[in-house]
């Protein structure tokens, strides 16, 4: 069964504990050490010591409650969706751990669920041989995809012959335990696929790109390997060579650490999952495109020329043009750029419509 809001609100209760308490008395703890300490200190970490001691009591005794699958669950509304998903985004990988009930698997998506495979036949009765996978971004949903003003991407293609299908993933794991569990999908998709796939597009916005570069590179020992039938490979604003706000954090929490004061602001911000870690430095020569799909690459920023010193440094507010480019790592690749754009722009904009009419006709 899947999460509840007494689940979230268990969760929120340890962070309350582990983020806030712990740091607040080791603050104000370091920054009494540095004057000379003082009176009474005894009685404050006392307080300090019973608040997280309620918290985790509390947090204890929710999650029990929560594991009798009672209350309205998160998945049963978009607010719920968006809150399970920019969770996992975060610390993922220790819902995966921890909190199984609240780690996403990832699923192919219709109406707000998880599809089962065994149903395709049912969620697809107009189903194709030309399918077009769309998988989000970092803390994301597959109802990004219905951003702006319609027609969607989705909406678009089914009207030209391809059938659309939206994926979900847990975005706080690694790109390539991630791109493992993908691959794994997308063979089971193809062989479980009401008609005989034909061709496979890809798209991903932002580390979804990612993703599916990882997901291309896993070896398989079946006779009709999946990557054998994508003819295309479109990413949006994805940060190939990584994403300079994930570098900022990084530098953050290591010059925090330097000092007592503020050691545990940078505990804060280590809290981040393993899939921000990775986009860091994004994907490199050690994940090599598909030799036989064509790599689309799109690219925004804020400002109309990608030259102008605004948009060369801030890009599209997350990701700069040479690492949406992946400069070096795509020989031949189609490139488009976007202007006065941001990144979410990318989920919705007429010029990507027209280009994908192109590219995938």
Not at 150 to 158: D, K, N, Q
């Given at each position: 069964m899947g999460p509840t809001y007494l689940d979230a609100l268990s969760l929120v209760t340890?962070?309350?504990?582990?983020?806030?308490?712990?740091?607040?008395?080791d603050t104000h703890d370091a920054w009494a050490d540095r004057f000379g300490g003082y009176p009474g200190r005894a009685i404050t970490s006392a307080v300090y010591a019973g608040a997280g001691l309620g918290l985790r009591a509390a947090s204890y005794g929710l999650r029990r409650v929560a594991e009798q699958d009672l209350g309205p669950r998160l998945e049963d509304g978009p607010r719920g969706r968006f809150v399970s998903s920019a969770v996992n985004g975060l610390i993922g990988d220790r819902l995966a751990t921890d909190r199984p009930r609240m780690a996403i698997t990832m699923a192919?998506?219709?109406?707000?669920?998880?599809?089962?495979l065994e149903t395709l036949a049912e969620t697809f009765p107009a189903a194709t041989g030309q399918v077009v996978v769309f998988l989000h971004g970092l803390c994301e949903t597959e109802s990004y995809w219905d951003r702006g003003p319609?027609?969607?991407?989705?909406?678009?293609?089914?009207?030209?012959?391809?059938t659309p299908v939206f994926l979900r993933a847990n975005t706080g794991l690694g790109l390539r335990p991630n791109g493992v569990a993908l691959s794994a999908l997308m063979q089971r998709i193809v062989e479980a696929w009401p008609v005989p796939v034909t061709?496979?597009?890809l798209v991903g916005h932002s580390m979804g790109g990612l993703i599916l570069r990882a997901a291309g590179a896993v070896a398989s020992d079946v006779e009709a390997p999946w990557t054998d039938l994508v003819s295309d490979v479109v990413t949006l604003g994805t940060p190939h060579l990584g994403a300079p706000i994930?570098?900022?954090?990084?530098?953050?929490?290591r010059g925090l650490a330097r000092l007592p004061e503020t050691a545990a602001f940078g505990r804060i911000l280590d809290w981040r999952s393993v899939g921000v870690?990775?986009?860091?430095?994004?994907?490199?020569?050690d994940v090599p495109p598909l030799p036989h799909a064509r790599y689309r690459l799109v690219a925004a920023t804020v400002t109309t020329a990608p030259r102008h010193p605004v948009g060369h440094v801030v890009g599209d507010w997350l990701v700069r043009v040479p690492s949406a480019y992946g400069e070096g790592l795509f020989p031949g690749a189609t490139r488009l750029h976007l202007g006065r754009t941001d990144h979410f722009g990318l989920l919705n904009h007429p010029r990507v419509h027209a280009a994908l009419e192109e590219w995938l006709a």
């Open positions: 340890e962070v309350a504990d582990e983020l806030v308490v712990r740091s607040v008395r192919v998506r219709s109406g707000g669920r998880d599809v089962d319609a027609p969607t991407y989705g909406e678009a293609l089914a009207g030209r012959g391809w061709r496979v597009a994930a570098r900022g954090i990084g530098h953050g929490s870690h990775d986009l860091v430095a994004g994907l490199a020569e």
